[in-house]
């Protein structure tokens, strides 16, 4: 069962180091816990996104393979409905997907490349990277 996260007050905030170690010169951020369950908030720029974001992300390339077949490049299939559901599931059971406050978008797309390549294989690495750098 996933936590409410309830925010302690910033009075309250501890100091820890930041999540960029390439920051040498920031030495500490002071960062709000959920008093439930003890994780930490994120709250850097690289915000986790819900899953709609990446169901967008889906339909981008489906349109993409539909404009090149279209051209005559028949070589890369749709993504099916089937393969759609599946992904849903698997990024509903992942905590990365379901709760922002520990997440970062970058952990996250990693993830969902995964899960394009293990439920569309045929997909190529450039129509993937073409539909993430639209968003």
């Known amino acids: 069962m996933a936590c409410i996260h309830k925010p302690?007050?910033?009075?309250?905030?501890?100091?820890?180091?930041?999540?960029?170690?390439?920051d040498s010169h920031i030495p500490a951020q002071r960062r709000v816990?959920?008093?439930g369950c003890?994780?930490?908030?994120?709250?850097?720029?690289?915000?986790?996104?819900k899953i709609g974001f990446?169901?967008?992300?889906?339909?981008?390339?489906?349109?993409?393979?539909?404009?090149?077949n279209r051209r005559g490049v028949k070589h890369v299939k749709s993504i099916t409905e089937v393969q759609k559901r599946l992904m849903?599931?698997?990024?509903?059971?992942?905590?990365?997907f379901m709760d922002p406050w520990v997440s970062t978008r970058k952990l996250q797309l990693a993830v969902?490349?995964?899960l394009l390549k293990?439920?569309?294989?045929?997909?190529?690495?450039?129509?993937?990277?073409?539909?993430l750098m639209k968003k």
């Open 8 to 22: 302690v007050s910033p009075q309250d905030a501890v100091w820890l180091p930041p999540d960029d170690k390439s």
């Open 33 to 35: 816990f959920c008093l």
């Open 38 to 49: 003890g994780s930490v908030k994120y709250q850097g720029s690289d915000r986790a996104k």
């Open 54 to 68: 990446f169901m967008n992300i889906i339909s981008k390339i489906n349109e993409q393979v539909a404009k090149e």
């Open 88 to 96: 849903i599931r698997e990024m509903e059971a992942n905590e990365i």
């Open 112 to 114: 969902f490349r995964r």
């Open 118 to 131: 293990r439920y569309c294989p045929n997909l190529t690495d450039t129509l993937i990277e073409a539909a």
